[in-house]
């Protein structure tokens, strides 16, 4: 199934789970993956490294995801480090594994490799992607902007060329203020922008994990967030546990404004999903 198809029925919860790293074995995410089929997500997205070097597992969990569990399956792909000959052999193998569902990357820079040339920016490889496929293409889009980017105009500008191209959907990156959700969504309604956009949603639960997401993102940290880090940075299960709640206030304030989806950032924890989950499964009815 397409996942653009599922936004009839509003709001859409979907979950994001990474390959394991190299020094992790390969079954473990077989293992998360078959308890967080019981939260019964409308489709599961899997992450694919940045350089390339993915060792086909991306396609391989979404096969499992799709053709093992039964649920829909969407396949990162970011383009920077891709060949047009390399991109397509993906998307074959994704048709062959019946995965309809695409999120197109650029994917961040790697200041130690030289970029192949051929995808410049992640719309190129929309564009692509529809030429040769029938496959849904998602986009990813930033709430607070893209690091790069010179100012929101311009991030919306760049956007709207992105889906122009042909994406049915998009997912935001974290965030962790709402307001900045809701600005950012008027914004592309305004610019013309009218396909769905889940909000990505990440539960902190350990300091060092935010630090590092903070860093890499640009997203800013409301007072509010910041109290409860420094009040709990000591005492991890407190710290978990308040990480949970902060996910948990998030998903209802935004559902309660008729958000289109909760695109649920696991980072391949179960336990933590399914806290979330227990708390607004009835609010996804
Ligand atoms: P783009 O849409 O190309 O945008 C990147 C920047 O370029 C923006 O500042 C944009 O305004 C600008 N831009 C776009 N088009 C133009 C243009 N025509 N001219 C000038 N500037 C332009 N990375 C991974 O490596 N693997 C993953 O699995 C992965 N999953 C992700 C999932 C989600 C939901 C999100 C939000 C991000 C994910 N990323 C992943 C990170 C992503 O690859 C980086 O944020 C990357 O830096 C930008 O990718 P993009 O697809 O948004 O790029």
Do not use: W
């Not at 692509?128 to 500008?157: K, Q, W």
């Not at 889906?163 to 935001?172: E, F, R």
């Amino acid at each position: 199934m397409k996942t653009d198809s599922l936004f009839n029925v509003k709001p859409v919860l979907s979950f994001e789970v990474f390959p394991p790293k190299s020094t992790t074995p390969v079954e473990s995410i077989y293992k998360t993956i078959d308890e967080l089929k019981h939260l019964t997500p409308d489709f599961i997205s899997v992450t694919y490294g940045a350089g390339g070097s993915n060792n086909n597992a991306t396609i391989d969990i979404c096969d499992a995801i799709k053709n093992k569990c039964g649920i829909e399956a969407a396949a990162h792909l970011p383009c920077l480090y891709l060949t047009k000959e390399r991109a397509l052999g993906e998307l074959e193998r994704l048709m062959a594994a019946g995965i309809q569902n695409v999120l197109a990357l650029r994917g961040d820079r790697n200041p130690e490799a030289e970029p192949c040339g051929d995808f410049h920016h992640a719309s190129d490889l929309v564009s692509f992607i529809r030429e040769n496929s029938d496959l849904n293409v998602i986009g990813a889009c930033y709430p607070e902007t893209h690091p790069e980017s010179e100012s929101m105009v311009s991030e919306i500008r760049h956007l709207r060329q992105k889906v122009d191209a042909g994406c049915s959907q998009l997912i935001t990156q974290l965030f962790f203020d709402n307001e900045d959700f809701y600005r950012f969504y008027e914004n592309t309604r305004i610019a013309g922008i009218d396909v769905p956009i889940e909000a990505g949603i990440m539960p902190v639960t350990n300091k060092k994990q935010i630090q590092r997401m903070v860093a890499i993102t640009n997203a800013k940290l409301p007072k509010k967030f910041v109290r409860i880090m420094d009040k709990y940075e000591n005492d991890p299960v407190a710290l978990r546990d308040a990480g949970i709640a902060y996910a948990v206030s998030q998903i209802v304030d935004l559902i309660a404004n008729d958000v289109d989806g909760i695109h649920l950032y696991t980072m391949n924890n179960p336990f933590i999903a399914t806290k979330i989950c227990e708390a607004v499964q009835t609010l996804f009815k």
